[in-house]
């Protein structure tokens, strides 16, 4: 099993010029960023991954636990 890690997605919604942030938990970027366009486009379907813009995208680890 591969070390998930928390993703703070920070990103700016082009319409009203807001920022705001987004964690997931992932176990590279790349699944952190389909990930967070997944979540996005679940929960705002006027975005469409075209109407925010992903400003940064910081990484930090999570504990795995295993066997409890």
Known sequence: MQEMKNYTIDFVDLRNKKYFYHVISAESE?????????YMLKNDSSIE??????ESIKCERKAFVSGW
């Open 49 to 54: 991954g075209r109407d925010y813009k992903i």
């Open 30 to 38: 790349n699944k952190a960023i389909l990930g967070f366009r997944r």
